[in-house]
């Protein structure tokens, strides 16, 4: 542990764990919505390929030759709310249904909490038919906070759909993220790994210096291991509650 106490008490290194410690606090105060959405590969139910008189595919009683489902999820990934007012209504936000597609049937099959109030509807848009998502009255997306669409469909080479719509001081509109990254937990980014080691690193340190104190019969000296005692266990909370936590636990309201 005293090489390791040497190599913080190097001016170089603190002057680099103070900058790197400044730009990660930084980037986690940062408030920011960010709109996102997600396509789910579609599922094939059935597929009439070959031409068999005996076996055909109804749909409200008109004949089909496919069947596919599929989810468009749409949420907050950042940090600060979206609600009602930031919504644009000439330009809302929405899943646009390709023209390759023939929309059978859609619902909401999720919500991040069962008491928001958000609608999907069914419109046309700039001659394009296309599914609203609304916030109703003082609803908002919490980070996040979204829902998933269930969309039922015929097609003979269905395109993606994709969500369009503008969210007031969101210049970028609505990002698409790929739903088997975002929905697989997959690894924290390696920074997020470091600054957690290194936290924990800085604890122990502290923690031998004042066991080594103790055992010699000089307690007083702990109060000058108090700052990496406190510093390692509060920066490993902060850490685990505002980036491990959110990334691994959640979207489990998608199932």
Do not use: C
Not at 29 to 35: R, S
Not at 179 to 204: D, M, P, T, Y
Not at 222 to 250: A, C, D, H, K, Q
């Amino acid at each position: 542990m005293e090489s390791i106490g040497k190599i913080f008490k190097n001016p170089i290194i603190q002057i680099v764990i103070a900058l790197f410690i400044g730009w990660f606090f930084y980037s986690i105060g940062q408030k920011e919505a960010i709109p996102s959405y997600a396509v789910e590969d579609y599922q094939v139910f059935a597929d009439l390929q070959e031409d068999v008189p005996e076996l055909k595919l109804l749909w409200n009683n008109k004949p089909i030759t496919n069947f596919y489902g599929g989810r468009v999820a749409i949420w907050n990934s950042g940090n600060n709310y979206i609600d009602s007012s930031r919504l644009n209504s000439a330009d809302p936000i929405r899943i646009v249904i390709p023209n390759s597609i023939e929309l059978l049937n859609f619902y909401i099959s999720d919500r991040s909490r069962p008491d928001l109030d958000v609608t999907a509807t069914k419109k046309n848009f700039d001659g394009a038919e296309v599914i609203q998502i609304s916030l109703n009255g003082q609803e908002a997306l919490e980070p996040n906070e979204g829902v998933a669409v269930k969309m039922y469909f015929t097609s003979d080479k269905p395109d993606s759909f994709i969500v369009d719509g503008r969210v007031k001081g969101i210049p970028d509109g609505v990002q698409l993220l790929d739903w088997k990254q975002e929905f697989s937990r997959q690894n924290l980014h390696w920074a997020i790994w470091l600054l957690l080691g290194f936290a924990i690193l800085v604890f122990l340190d502290g923690l031998w210096d004042s066991y080594k104190a103790v055992k010699i019969g000089q307690k007083s000296l702990i109060v000058n291991y108090l700052p990496r005692l406190v510093f390692g266990p509060t920066m490993s909370f902060v850490i685990i509650y505002y980036t491990i936590i959110p990334e691994y636990f959640g979207m489990v309201w998608l199932k």
